[in-house]
T-cell receptor, first 111, second 116 residues
Framework: GQNIDQPTEMTATEGAIVQINCTYQ??????LFWYQQHAGEAPTFLSY????GLEEKGRFSSFLSRSKGYSYLLLKELQMKDSASYLC????????????FGRGTSLIVHP | DGGITQSPKYLFRKEGQNVTLSCEQN?????MYWYRQDPGQGLRLIYY???????QKGDIAEGYSVSREKKESFPLTVTSAQKNPTAFYLC???????????????FGNGTRLTVT
């Protein structure tokens, strides 16, 4: 089985930097995804990590440490539109390969 | 533009009635999925299908049924046996070919079902 933990809610100020952590325990690992979901809308894909290290994509970066079962999503130069839920999902190795989602972190950006 | 279409966006039903949620994709994806999302909970997998005419139960399949007669379509029926059907339902698809295991899920905009 898999266990994925994320903080429930975070707040930050417009223009600042925020780091959203995700820890996981899994019997096999084959990649970690981050999605953004605005209220009442579809989750949209942000990033994928399968090897250790940092993947940078514009204002968003994602980091993975497989030995620690740990990932974070880093959002820079926060904008009001970044207020959303951020979902961490882990893909297992073997079996169906279908990702399991964490409960999501609700990020509130204040002016 | 390719994408996933779920309809309707809002659906209201009386308790005891079966209801079918539509999901259509034109991304030519082999795999399709149904998730349920409740407040404070992550996405929970109901059913998935990796190929036409085949589907598998997810973590919370009880009270639901699906069919996969066409590659493009994966409708979900919420039956009267589902104890707590009121939820936000998300359909997704992904490529399932070589190097597919890093293919992200593409989601529809969801259907919010309310059963009273």
């Amino acid at each position: 089985g898999q266990n994925i933990d994320q903080p429930t809610e975070m707040t930050a100020t417009e223009g600042a930097i925020v780091q959203i952590n995700c820890t996981y325990q899994t019997s096999g690992f084959n990649g970690l995804f981050w999605y953004q979901q605005h209220a009442g809308e579809a989750p949209t894909f942000l990033s994928y990590n399968v090897l250790d290290g940092l993947e940078e994509k514009g204002r968003f970066s994602s980091f993975l440490s497989r030995s620690k079962g740990y990932s974070y999503l880093l959002l820079k130069e926060l904008q009001m539109k970044d207020s959303a839920s951020y979902l961490c999902a882990v893909r297992p190795s073997g079996g169906s390969y279908i990702p399991t989602f964490g409960r999501g972190t609700s990020l509130i950006v204040h002016p | 533009d390719g994408g996933i279409t779920q309809s309707p966006k809002y659906l209201f039903r009386k308790e005891g009635q079966n209801v079918t949620l539509s999901c259509e994709q034109n991304l030519n994806h082999d795999a399709m999925y149904w998730y349920r999302q409740d407040p404070g909970q992550g996405l929970r997998l109901i059913y998935y299908s990796q190929i036409v005419n085949d589907f598998q139960k997810g973590d919370i399949a009880e009270g639901y049924s699906v069919s996969r007669e066409k590659k493009e379509s994966f409708p979900l029926t919420v039956t009267s046996a589902q104890k707590n059907p009121t939820a936000f339902y998300l359909c997704a698809s992904s490529s399932d070919r070589p190097n597919w295991n890093n293919s992200p899920l593409h989601f529809g905009n969801g259907t919010r079902l309310t059963v009273t």
